[in-house]
């Protein structure tokens, strides 16, 4: 059984971005987080692939948690949930964190999970595509479609495109 430093470790690397990862789904993203480390501390042996293990107990715990969001909004209209900003405002931040937002929900799921898996989460493409069932290329390919969609809505260049002009 892990101890309380090991564990510690382990919130300060990963909670961040699981949080993130999981807000795609719910709203309730940092108690599926907290249920996901109480099911590590609880694990006999740490899985081998830590980040792997703990991002897909979170898409699991965020997906049930939608549900259970849904079926509440159904019942309760009134009371439907605001999902939070996945981006905080800074200073020196040169994107807007609302307009940032905003582009990063409009894109398909099955991008934006993989660009926060990526990005945020410091997944492989492989791991992601075992974590989503598709192949390491196929998200290669859905990360650089987010990508270049995030760029289009943001208007943001691509670095490579000074390079195609000359």
């Known amino acids: 059984m892990m101890g309380p430093e090991q564990l510690s470790r382990l919130v300060d690397n990963y909670a961040a971005a699981l949080v ?17 480390f109480i099911k590590l501390a609880a694990q006999r042996a740490l899985p081998d692939n830590v980040a792997g293990w703990l991002h897909r107990v979170v898409r699991n715990g965020a997906l049930a948690a939608a549900r259970a969001e849904r079926r509440r909004r159904h019942h309760e209209s009134a009371a439907a ?10 200073e020196e931040m040169r994107l807007d964190a609302e307009t940032a937002t905003a582009a990063l929900q409009k894109l ?18 492989e791991q992601i595509g075992e974590l989503t069932g598709i192949s390491s290329s196929t998200a290669h390919r859905r990360y650089l479609a987010g990508l270049a969609a995030l760029r289009e809505r943001l208007r943001v260049p691509c670095p490579n495109d000074s390079k195609k002009e000359k």
Do not use: K
């Open 20 to 36: 993130l990862y999981a807000r795609q789904w719910c709203a309730a993203a940092e108690d599926v987080v907290q249920e996901a």
């Open 81 to 90: 949930l605001r999902m939070p900003n996945w981006f905080v405002p800074s």
């Open 108 to 125: 398909p799921l099955e991008q934006r999970e993989i660009l926060i898996a990526h990005l945020w989460g410091g997944l492989t493409f």
